[in-house]
Structure formats: C-alpha cells, structure tokens
C-alpha cells in the first residue's frame, strides 16, 4: 500500500524531509482508521510513530512551520486516543505539546486566522481533559484562552459564519463551566450569548440546519437555568427539532434530544 512504498523511500533517503514528512503524515491517516475501527493500541501507535518522524524533523528544522504544525496534529490526535483508552494524565501532556507548539505558530505570524484558530481548538481539548481530571479552574482558564482568540477572530471578520459559530460554542463551554462552579449568573449571561449569535446568524440563513441546530443548545441550557421561566426555550427547542426530524435532517444522536425535551417539558407540567 502507500504507507508500504513511503517508508522504503523514507528509509531509502533519511536525509530526504519531504519523504519523511509524507511518511509521518501516512502514519496520522493510519491511526485515523484504526481509531474509527475502534483498535484504539493500534491508532496509538501508529500516531506515535508519526510524531516520532514529526518531531526530529522539527528538531532538524525548527523554522519550518508546516512540520512544526503538523506535530501538533498528531499530538492532538494521540491525546484523542489518549483520552478514549482512558489515559487523561498522558492525554493531558499531549495536549500541553500540542498547545505549545500552536502558541509558538500563532504568536509568530498574529494575523493568520488559521493558526488562531488551531491554537483556539487546542486550549478547547484542554479544558476538556482539565474537566474530566477535576481541575476546574485550570479547565476554565484554557476555555476562557479558547473564547478570548475566537472572540477577536469574529469581530475581525464578523461575516465569516465559521467564526460566529466558533464563538457561540466557546460561549457554551464557558456556560457549562460557569454551571460547574455555581456560578448561576455568569452561565445565563453565557448561554444567551450563544443563542444571540445564532438568532443572528438565522436572521441571515433561516433554514441553515447546522445554525439551527446549534440554537437548540442554548436552549436547552437556559431552560435548565430558569426553570418555569425556561418554557419558551424549551419549546422552541422542540419546534425545531421535530421540525428538521420531519424533513429528515436529524442524525440518530439528535434524534434523541427530541424525547429528553419532552420530558423535560412534561415534568413542567407536572409541577
């Protein structure tokens, strides 16, 4: 197969980058497939041995900013992997490197989106990890280093619809943080700003179901928030759903936000 035929021409010329840098990035594609196939040791290492190529090219050339990029990738999906097998302390280290090497990019060229983006993307699977270990107020300053970038990348280029939703998510992470700390107020003022970014993003494209379907989010949590007062929310959460369930536009796992509103909307009723 390829990954055969690059690892003779790597091994033919180690001195050859672009050889090794195409045998590292077969290693990421491998690891990819052998996640999705749920042979989870496999997919490991398979990222392993691309990071392994990545990094001594990186040490080889620590200017060259596509290697440098690439290594990040395949230390963001060994912590991927990481976290799957149940491994949040080493997840959490390749996280760090993957984070590490991001800041380093972004902060030598600012003005490339991209680059403030994956660094944004890269304090998120933080945070995330943070959670899952207990370090909440660790997990909460990687959110808010997440909302920060993409705070400044959607006032950069408010048209860019990737951007807002970029936004919104963040918001919603905050949101949940917030929830976490008891920090009742601070996780309304979150949730509906997400919601506000979508109201505008549907004032523009109205039967968007990726838009429409991350309204439903906040929502869900402001209804959680307010209780009685949450009626509306969760209404407008069930119109929508069962409204895209009716064109065939909801995936299984959406599909079943539908019967936990309902319920959520019954036990209103109930009270």
């Known amino acids: 197969d390829?990954?055969?035929?690059?690892?003779?021409?790597?091994?033919?010329d180690p001195s050859h980058a672009g050889y090794q840098y195409d045998f590292a990035v077969s290693y990421n594609k491998l690891g990819d497939?052998?996640?999705k196939e749920g042979k989870l040791s496999a997919?490991?290492?398979?990222?392993?041995?691309s990071h392994d190529i990545l990094r001594q090219l990186v040490e080889a050339d620590?200017?060259?900013a596509i290697c440098q990029h690439c290594l990040s990738v395949s230390y963001n999906k060994l912590g991927d992997v990481l976290v799957a097998e149940g491994n949040l302390p080493a997840a959490r280290r390749a996280y760090e490197d993957s984070r590490d090497i991001l800041k380093r990019l972004a902060e030598a060229d600012p003005s490339h989106a991209g680059r403030q983006r994956d660094l944004s993307v890269s304090y998120n699977k933080l945070g995330d990890v943070l959670v899952a270990e207990g370090n909440l107020p660790a997990a909460r300053r990687a959110y808010e280093d997440s909302r920060d970038i993409r705070k400044r990348l959607a006032e950069a280029d408010?048209?860019?619809a990737g951007r807002q939703v970029d936004l919104a998510v963040s918001h919603e992470r905050m949101g949940d943080m917030a929830v976490r700390l008891g920090r009742t107020e601070a996780a309304l003022a979150a949730f509906q700003a997400a919601r506000d970014i979508y109201g505008r993003l549907l004032a523009r494209f109205p039967e968007h179901p990726q838009f429409l379907l991350g309204s439903v989010v906040p929502d869900i949590r402001l209804a959680a928030l307010e209780g009685a007062e949450g009626r509306a929310y969760l209404e407008r959460a069930l119109r929508v759903l069962t409204g895209l369930e009716a064109e065939g536009r909801l995936?299984?796992?959406?599909r079943a936000w539908i019967p936990v509103v309902e319920s959520a909307l019954s036990e209103l009723d109930s009270k």
């Open 43 to 49: 997919a490991r290492r398979a990222y392993e041995d």
């Open 62 to 64: 620590p200017s060259h």
């Open 2 to 12: 390829s990954r055969d035929i690059l690892k003779r021409l790597a091994e033919a």
């Open 251 to 254: 995936d299984a796992q959406r």
């Open 33 to 35: 497939v052998l996640k």
């Open 158 to 160: 408010p048209s860019h």
